[in-house]
C-alpha cells in the first residue's frame, strides 16, 4: 500500500467535493486544477489513490480559497457518508462503544490513518496516526474528521454537551479562531497525535438510538465488502506499528500480538506484496516527512524519535526517501502545507 494505490472509498472522494459544489464550483473545475479524472464519478466501482485525493483536497481549498476548508466541510458532511459502518456504530450501547467501533471501522475505510481508542481515569477518546502521510493536507484531514466527531457527539448526546478537548498535531494556524467557531470546547495544537477526548462518565450514557440488533446486521453487511486475509493483515501489522513508531516493534513483537508464527506472518506479508522491513521504512518515512513539516522539533529529536542511532544516518536515509537533505526539506515544504499552491513532497 502506497499513496498510488486506489485505497481510498468513492464516498470520502465525493465528501471531498461536496461542500465546494455546494458552494457553486462545478466538478469539471475540480477536475481541471486538481489533474484527477471525475468524468465518470457517479458510476465508477475502483477507489482513488491517496495521490489523487491530496490534489482535489488542495484544489477545493484553492478553488474555494477557504483555508479551513477541512473544517467547513466536515461540518456540511451529513451522518450517512460513512455508509454502514455510521449504523454500526452508532447503534452501539454507549458513546464509548461508538468511539471504540469507530476507530475499528475507519481504520478499514481510510487506510491512510489508523485510530486507536483510548480510556483514561477521566477519558475516553480516539487517537490517530498516519499510516501514509497526509502532507500536504494533514490539516484537511484532521478538521474533516473532528468536525465529523464533532457533530456526531452532539447528534448522540445532546448540544448540551462538549467533548472534553481536541487537539491537533501541528501547529496553530493563522485561522485558529475558525476552529474555536467550529469546535466549541477546549483546542490544542503541536502534540504529537490527534486526539478527540470525552468526559468518561458521559460517555457511558446510554445512546438514544442503541439497538444490538441494528448494530449487528449493519456490521455482517460492512465486513462482508472487506478485502482478503492478506490485506487485512498488512493493515493490523501497519496499525501496531503505527502506533508503536517510536518503540518500533521487533517482527517477532507483531506476531506475538497478532497471535502468529513469525514464520507465518513473514508468509502472510510477501503474499500481500510486502515485507516487515519494507513496512518499517514506509513508516518512518511517513513519519519523518510529517514531524519535519508539521513540529519544530530539532532534527536530532525527529531522528531519536525514529530510533536512528545519529543524525547522519538519518539524513542518510532522509535523502533516499526524498531526495533531500531533513534541513532542506523543511525549509522549502514549510509554509507551504495548507495553502492552494502547496506543493505535494511525494510527487
Not at 459544489?21 to 475502483?46: C, F, M, P, T
Not at 487506510?111 to 502532507?135: D, N
Not at 478485502?227 to 487485512?232: K, V
Not at 526539506?329 to 495553502?339: A, E, I, K, M, P
Amino acid at each position: 500500500m502506497d499513496r498510488h494505490s486506489p485505497i481510498i472509498a468513492l464516498e470520502y472522494v465525493s465528501a471531498t467535493l461536496m461542500y465546494a459544489q455546494h458552494l457553486g464550483i462545478e466538478l469539471k473545475d475540480i477536475q481541471r486544477a486538481a489533474a484527477v479524472d471525475l468524468s465518470n464519478l457517479s458510476v465508477r466501482q475502483e477507489p482513488f489513490s491517496l495521490a489523487e485525493v491530496l490534489r482535489l483536497a488542495q484544489a477545493c481549498i484553492a478553488l474555494t480559497k477557504i483555508p479551513h476548508y477541512g473544517l467547513a466541510n466536515g461540518n456540511y458532511i451529513g451522518l450517512s457518508c460513512h455508509g454502514m459502518a455510521s449504523l454500526t456504530a452508532m447503534h452501539r450501547a454507549t458513546y464509548a462503544e461508538y468511539l471504540e467501533t469507530s476507530c475499528r471501522l475507519c481504520n478499514l475505510l481510510f487506510p491512510p490513518l489508523t485510530m486507536h481508542y483510548f480510556e483514561t481515569k477521566q477519558h475516553v477518546g480516539l487517537r490517530i496516526y498516519e499510516c501514509l502521510s497526509l502532507a500536504p493536507c494533514t490539516q484537511y484531514f484532521m478538521e474533516w474528521i473532528m468536525a465529523n466527531f464533532y457533530n456526531v457527539f452532539h447528534f448522540l448526546l445532546g448540544a448540551e454537551y462538549k467533548p472534553e478537548y481536541i487537539a491537533f498535531p501541528y501547529q496553530r494556524p493563522g485561522y485558529h479562531s475558525d476552529y474555536q467557531r467550529y469546535l466549541q470546547c477546549a483546542v490544542y495544537f503541536d502534540v504529537e497525535h490527534a486526539e478527540f477526548a470525552v468526559d468518561k462518565q458521559l460517555a457511558q450514557k446510554p445512546l438514544p438510538l442503541a439497538d444490538a440488533r441494528i448494530a449487528n446486521t449493519a456490521a455482517e453487511h460492512f465486513y462482508d465488502a472487506f478485502p482478503s486475509d492478506e490485506q487485512e493483515i498488512l493493515r493490523q501489522v501497519r496499525e501496531l506499528l503505527a502506533q508503536n513508531i517510536e518503540a518500533q516493534l521487533t517482527l517477532e513483537e507483531v506476531a506475538e500480538q497478532l497471535e502468529l508464527t513469525t514464520r507465518t506472518l513473514r508468509r502472510r506479508l510477501r503474499k500481500a506484496g510486502t515485507t516487515y522491513l519494507d513496512i518499517v521504512d514506509e513508516l518512518r518515512r511517513e513519519a519523518a516527512i510529517s514531524q519535519l513539516l508539521y513540529s519544530n522539533r530539532p532534527i536530532v529529536d525527529v531522528a531519536a524519535s525514529l530510533n536512528f542511532c545519529d543524525t547522519a544516518s538519518f539524513s542518510k536515509a532522509f535523502k533516499r526517501w526524498t531526495g533531500k537533505a531533513p534541513r532542506v526539506f523543511r525549509s522549502t515544504q514549510s509554509n507551504t502545507t495548507h495553502s492552494g499552491s502547496a506543493k505535494n513532497p511525494f510527487n
